[in-house]
């Protein structure tokens, strides 16, 4: 099966810097790429997204990059704030035929 | 308005215990999942379902089952709670493409 390896666990970062999270997968058939965000004591929310036909994917300071060949996919933040502290997650799935395997997980502190 | 909820927000039960937890969508979703998130944050799919088919993660003991009455409903039972069992457990549910939407998780405590 899928598994997802995520690094670093923890990343701390002053704020105004730019923030890179790493994930690997083994499936060669997944092609959906989420990442979430979550808070302490909340939820997981989705913040970016990136399907297997795209190489990167940008959203005002977010961006997401991926490398089929290479079996691995990337969390970019540029110009840290304070908010941007929380839990991010990469996961990683077959679309319609899988579920999605979650990393473990990068715990981001952005120091004001 | 909520698109995906759980209840109880919080649970706090002896060891032994039998549970339930319950989870709605109202976002009209075919495929509705149960993820447990350990103390150490790690998430794992527990379960997904559709009205065609279950599929359970093989390392879920079978005192976890889930109950669907239908298709905006997931209700997860759990028999003879251990201590292990604590954790926090999310519902979510998503379309065919695959973005899935989680309810705000049930912090399940063991005695």
């Known amino acids: 099966g899928e598994n997802v390896e995520q690094h670093p666990s923890t990343l701390s970062v002053q704020e105004g810097d730019s923030a890179v999270i790493k994930c690997t997968y083994s499936?060669?058939?997944?092609?959906?790429f989420p990442w979430y965000k979550q808070e302490l004591g909340k939820r997981p929310q989705l913040i970016i997204d990136?399907?297997?036909?795209?190489g990167e994917k940008k959203d005002q300071r977010i961006a997401v990059t991926l490398n089929k060949t290479a079996k691995h996919f990337s969390l970019h933040i540029t110009e840290t704030q304070p908010e941007d502290s929380a839990v991010y997650f990469c996961?990683?799935?077959?679309?319609?035929?899988?579920?999605?395997?979650f990393g473990k997980g990068t715990k981001l502190s952005v120091k004001p | 308005d909520t698109a995906v909820s759980q209840t109880p927000k919080y649970l706090v039960t002896q060891m032994g215990n039998d549970k339930s937890i319950k989870c709605e969508q109202n976002?009209?979703?075919?495929?509705m999942y149960w993820y447990k998130q350990d103390s150490k944050k790690f998430l794992k799919i527990m379960f997904s379902?559709?009205?065609?088919?279950?599929?359970i993660n093989e390392t879920v003991p079978n005192r976890f089952s889930p109950k669907s009455p239908d298709k905006a409903h997931l209700n997860l039972h759990i028999n003879s709670l251990e201590l292990g069992d604590s954790a926090v457990y999310f519902c979510?549910?998503?379309?065919?493409?695959?973005?899935?939407?989680f309810g705000d998780g049930t912090r399940l405590s063991i005695l």
């Open positions: 979510a549910s998503s379309q065919d493409d695959k973005t899935q939407h």
């Open positions: 499936d060669s058939a997944s092609n959906y």
């Open positions: 990136i399907r297997s036909n795209v």
């Open positions: 996961a990683a799935s077959r679309g319609s035929q899988g579920n999605l395997i």
């Open positions: 976002l009209g979703h075919d495929t």
């Open positions: 379902y559709n009205n065609k088919e279950l599929i």
